[in-house]
């Protein structure tokens, strides 16, 4: 089987724009591809996905999505991440989701304080106090 080109393979960088008035706090920057995103007031407001056929975009562009750390880190900042992907609903997004705020920090002292105290003293370190706060 031959391989499938790329349905973006000569096309232009893509500009991308998301409302300010969700997403005020957004980088503007180039990704890997050249796309650009930019942010400002008055872009059009997002709309609900349609429904999909199985198979019916096997040939669909597609934008993978990753999201973590602070840009996660409380209820607010996960709403204006789900305006970002709800923006895009032709793009058929996949959503990946690392760690929360300082969750990776907290998992690795939890990991190391948990090597020196043992078992039974796990649940009680601060570090695992901070993660259930989340």
Known sequence: TAA????RASAAPRRW???????????????????RIAVHAGAA??????????GE??????VVMKFGGS????AARMREVADIILAFPDELPVIVLSAMGKS????IEAGELAAECGADAVASLAPIAR???L
């Open 57 to 62: 975009s096997l040939n669909a562009y597609s």
């Open 131 to 133: 993660l259930r706060d």
């Open 71 to 74: 840009s996660v880190a409380d």
């Open 104 to 107: 990776t920090n907290n998992l």
């Open 4 to 7: 499938r080109p790329s349905p």
């Open 17 to 35: 724009s998301a409302d300010a008035a969700t997403t005020p706090s957004l980088p503007l920057r180039a990704n890997s591809r050249g796309d």
């Open 45 to 54: 407001a997002a709309t609900p996905p349609t429904k999909r056929q199985p």
